[in-house]
């Protein structure tokens, strides 16, 4: 993959987190990306999140697999661990590297094709496996890298391009995801940086799997009229449910809105999310009447955006499994290999 690196030198007068960190320290290389993919302002948005979490570079795993969406993470947290994995493979990478390293804040980065096609079986069997990790699907239904076919999460009443008939239903990952046993479920849009920043960070918080689709209008082959992806329909269209505010641990904030109703939601290590609901009917802890909604305003035509599902439990799959709190490559090689006289009771269990 070829790439630009950015300039080093910045102004010393900007604005530093707590660890004397400015949001520059959080970029990567420069895009090559076409000019106005929605997957640059979805980059942004992650910059601007981690850099307001304070978190440490060096605690933080980006993974990625195939497609424009799966080159995003190079232009972003380039001091990070990182591994660009093979075509719908990301999951897998993910879940052994978690496995091995439970220390790290784990990122992964996919599109639509890189999850609802070839790697549907791997982006199912890391929720139900309930796999702590940030899941992020840079959505703009169709294959930027290969002339712009229609993928399996564009609406069958969106055309292509030159007016090609899309024959086949979607596939709507969120409904998916709440099904399948992910904690936390959200929905957002490129273009709606207040709301996708805070949704980020709350996710990133989150102690299981959370997954955030993110429409994100692709503008070489999927930004035409009667596109259900492009900008200015997902801009006339958006259903929003309500409004995040993130309160990290040991930060309070005022909320004041006269709208609906604001519930406080607790995150795993004392933080926060100030939930501001527009829709004060909708009970995001209910799974069931969150994925009525969404099929309910899909029929509309509507996106429907927010935080859509949350399960406070927040189990992960290391304490599914009972595994060592150590990372493996801290724990001695006597306690890895511990001998054929330990292992044969192990194995005589599959004779």
């Not at 897998?92 to 079986?121: E, F, K, W």
């Not at 239904?141 to 030159?162: E, H, I, R």
């Not at 490129?190 to 299981?208: H, R």
Request: glycine fraction near 10%.
């Amino acid at each position: 993959m070829s790439y630009i690196q950015k300039p080093t030198a910045f102004h010393p007068a900007l604005k530093k987190n707590k660890l004397g960190l400015t949001r520059r320290d959080y970029e990567g290389a420069m895009s090559t990306l076409c000019a106005g993919c929605g997957h640059d302002s979805i980059t942004a948005a992650i910059i601007e999140a981690c850099f307001k979490l304070d978190l440490p570079a060096h605690r933080l795993a980006k993974v990625s697999g195939i497609g424009c969406s799966s080159k995003a993470p190079t232009y972003f947290l380039s001091r990070s661990h990182g591994f660009n994995s093979v075509h719908g493979r990301m999951p897998s990478i993910t879940t052994g590297a978690n496995l091995a390293n439970r220390d790290l804040i784990y990122l992964g980065v996919s599109g639509d094709g890189d999850t609802a096609s070839i790697g549907l079986s791997q982006f199912c069997h890391a929720m139900r496996r309930q796999l702590n990790m940030t899941y992020i699907v840079m959505n703009n239904g169709c294959y930027g890298l290969t002339k712009g076919q229609f993928s399996a999460t564009n609406d069958k009443t969106s055309p292509s391009k030159k007016g090609e008939s899309n024959l086949f239903e979607a596939i709507d990952l969120a409904q998916i995801a709440i099904q399948l046993g992910a904690g936390f479920v959200g929905r957002s849009f490129s273009g709606d940086k207040a709301q996708l920043v805070p949704m980020i960070e709350a996710a990133m918080s989150y102690n299981g799997f959370a997954f955030l689709d993110v429409i994100s209008p692709c503008v070489t082959f999927n930004n035409h009229p009667g596109s259900t992806k492009s900008y200015d329909y997902v801009r006339g269209h958006n259903s929003v449910l309500d409004k995040l505010d993130f309160v990290p641990a040991e930060e309070e904030i005022e909320i004041d809105y006269a709208e609906g109703t604001t519930s406080e939601v607790d995150l795993h290590g004392g933080a926060k999310i100030h939930l501001h609901k527009l829709d004060t009917g909708y009970d995001p802890t209910n799974a069931d009447q969150a994925i009525n909604t969404i099929r309910t305003r899909l029929n509309k035509g509507e996106v429907t955006t927010g935080l859509l599902y949350f399960d406070g439990r927040e189990q992960d799959l290391h304490e599914t499994l009972g595994t060592s709190e150590r990372a493996l490559n801290q724990i001695p090689i006597s306690e890895l290999c511990p001998g054929s006289k330990n292992l044969a009771p192990i194995n005589d269990r599959f004779r």
